[in-house]
């Protein structure tokens, strides 16, 4: 089974949680086969989760060597500038410890007063990266949305639904899967 879910906020990417939040196994019941998630999205992020119980391409989607693109909508307090924008594309360190996130592509999609609206896709997945590259250049994060996931978009999908992938998304992920670098 290889669904791509619409992941509302406020869901934990678990298959349970022992603090009793709400987990996107809720919403995935109905799937019939046990799948899991391939990647998180964090609680208060919401857009595009795949799920699979396909271990061995999860591993392969996921792996950090794979240098998938994934493409996120966020939406900032304030306006984003020029210097964030250049900051963003060629890397930050977000976890203090001097190594700084791989290049990433910026996308201005709506400035208004004191809001933000870009796209920005990277090449990598650590932990809260959007977020933590943002809070790196003086940007708050108001709204996390990703869309895309090596070019397997989310479409109209509606939030808290969920759908079989189609034989031109599997054999996307499958290719990327099977390289051993995707290009960046």
Same mark, same amino acid.
């Given at each position: 089974?290889?669904?791509?879910?619409?992941?509302?906020?406020?869901?934990?990417?678990?298959?349970?949680?022992?603090?009793?939040?709400?987990?996107?196994?809720?919403?995935?019941?109905?799937?019939?086969?046990?799948?899991?998630?391939?990647? @998180?999205?964090?609680? %208060?992020?919401? +857009? *595009?989760?795949? !799920?699979?119980?396909?271990?061995?391409?999860?591993?392969? $989607?996921?792996?950090?060597?794979?240098?998938?693109?994934?493409?996120?909508?966020?939406?900032?307090?304030?306006?984003?500038?020029?210097?964030?924008?250049?900051?963003?594309?060629?890397?930050?360190?977000?976890?203090?410890?001097?190594?700084?996130?791989?290049?990433?592509?910026?996308?201005?999609?709506?400035?208004?007063?004191?809001?933000?609206?870009?796209?920005?896709?990277?090449?990598?997945?650590?932990?809260?990266?959007? @977020?933590?590259?943002? %809070?790196?250049? +003086? *940007?708050?994060? !108001?709204?996390?949305?990703?869309?895309?996931?090596?070019? $397997?978009?989310?479409?109209?999908?509606?939030?808290?639904?969920?759908?079989?992938?189609?034989?031109?998304?599997?054999?996307?992920?499958?290719?990327?899967?099977?390289?051993?670098?995707?290009?960046?």
């Amino acid at each position: 089974y290889y669904i791509m879910l619409n992941k509302p906020r406020g869901y934990v990417t678990t298959m349970s949680d022992e603090l009793g939040r709400k987990c996107v196994a809720e919403l995935v019941e109905d799937v019939g086969a046990a799948v899991y998630p391939v990647g @998180r999205l964090d609680r %208060d992020s919401e +857009g *595009l989760l795949l !799920l699979t119980n396909d271990g061995e391409f999860a591993n392969a $989607v996921m792996h950090p060597r794979k240098h998938v693109p994934k493409t996120y909508r966020v939406t900032v307090r304030s306006n984003i500038n020029d210097a964030q924008i250049e900051k963003l594309e060629n890397g930050v360190d977000i976890d203090g410890d001097g190594r700084e996130t791989l290049p990433a592509n910026v996308r201005i999609i709506e400035k208004s007063a004191g809001r933000s609206v870009f796209e920005i896709t990277i090449f990598e997945g650590r932990n809260r990266q959007i @977020r933590k590259m943002c %809070d790196a250049v +003086g *940007l708050e994060v !108001l709204r996390l949305k990703r869309t895309e996931i090596a070019g $397997v978009k989310m479409g109209m999908l509606k939030q808290g639904d969920w759908r079989h992938l189609n034989e031109r998304e599997m054999q996307r992920l499958t290719s990327i899967s099977k390289n051993k670098e995707i290009a960046k």
